[in-house]
T-cell receptor
Framework: SQQGEEDPQALSIQEGENATMNCSYKTSINNLQWYRQNSGRGLVHLIL?????REKHSGRLRVTLDTSKKSSSLLITASRAADTASYFCATDARSSGDKLTFGTGTRLAVRP | DGGITQSPKYLFRKEGQNVTLSCEQNLNHDAMYWYRQDPGQGLRLIYYSQIVNDFQKGDIAEGYSVSREKKESFPLTVTSAQKNPTAFYLC?????????????FGDGTRLSIL
C-alpha cells in the first residue's frame, strides 16, 4: 500500500521559477526522504528529514516536515531545465519496520 | 567509481520461462533491495536483504525469488508464476537496513513479455 501521496501529479513551470511539491502520508514516521528520477533511470537520493526536524536545506532544495499534518513539501528554487524529472517522497514508518514506502511521484517539467 | 550495476538493461521473457535480473554493488553496503515500478507509479518492494544469506519478502513477493550468497550480489528471478511481469525493476542498496539511511539505486532493467 502507498504510504505517501504526492501532489500535484504533474507540474509545468518556466525556467527560473520555483517549484513546490507536496507529500502526505498516513501513519507516524521515523524519517522522510525525497528522491529524483530522470526518465528511464534509477532514483537519486536528494534529502532526508527526521521526524523531529521541521526544515532542511541542500543547495536549491528546501524540505519542510509538518508531523501534525502528516505532510512534507519539497521546494526547488530558481529551477533549471535539468531539474525536469519525477520526484518521490519515501517514508519509513514505525509500523513498517524500517522499510521505505514510496509515493506515486510528481512529474516536473521545466520549460527553457 | 562506486555504485550499483544492473543488467541487462532490457529483457524479454517468453511464456513459462524464468528470467534472472542481475544486481551488483561495490559500495560495501549490507542491505540490498528489489523494487518494481509500473508506468506512472511509485516503487513497490519485492524482496530485501539486510545481511548475507538472509532475505525477507516485501509487499509483492509472489512470483519472484532472490538469493544473497555474496555481499555484493542480489539477483532477482522472475518466475513463470508471475503472471504480469512487465515492469521496470530497480535494485538499491544502503549502508544498513535502517530507514534513516539513503538508498542508492541502479539504472534498472525493463522486462517485457514476448
Amino acid at each position: 500500500s502507498q504510504q505517501g501521496e504526492e501532489d500535484p501529479q504533474a507540474l509545468s513551470i518556466q525556467e527560473g521559477e520555483n517549484a513546490t511539491m507536496n507529500c502526505s502520508y498516513k501513519t507516524s514516521i521515523n524519517n522522510l526522504q525525497w528522491y529524483r528520477q530522470n526518465s528511464g533511470r534509477g532514483l537519486v537520493h536528494l534529502i532526508l528529514i527526521r521526524s523531529n526536524e521541521r526544515e532542511k536545506h541542500s543547495g536549491r532544495l528546501r524540505v519542510t516536515l509538518d508531523t501534525s499534518k502528516k505532510s512534507s513539501s519539497l521546494l526547488i528554487t530558481a529551477s533549471r531545465a535539468a531539474d525536469t524529472a519525477s520526484y518521490f517522497c519515501a517514508t519509513d514508518a514505525r509500523s513498517s519496520g524500517d522499510k521505505l514506502t514510496f509515493g506515486t511521484g510528481t512529474r516536473l517539467a521545466v520549460r527553457p | 567509481d562506486g555504485g550499483i550495476t544492473q543488467s541487462p538493461k532490457y529483457l524479454f521473457r517468453k511464456e513459462g520461462q524464468n528470467v534472472t535480473l542481475s544486481c551488483e554493488q561495490n559500495l560495501n553496503h549490507d542491505a540490498m533491495y528489489w523494487y518494481r515500478q509500473d508506468p506512472g507509479q511509485g516503487l513497490r518492494l519485492i524482496y530485501y536483504s539486510q545481511i548475507v544469506n538472509d532475505f525477507q519478502k516485501g509487499d509483492i513477493a509472489e512470483g519472484y525469488s532472490v538469493s544473497r550468497e555474496k555481499k555484493e550480489s542480489f539477483p532477482l528471478t522472475v518466475t513463470s508464476a508471475q503472471k504480469n511481469p512487465t515492469a521496470f525493476y530497480l535494485c538499491a542498496s544502503s549502508i544498513s537496513g535502517s530507514g534513516n539511511q539513503p538508498q542508492h539505486f541502479g539504472d534498472g532493467t525493463r522486462l517485457s513479455i514476448l
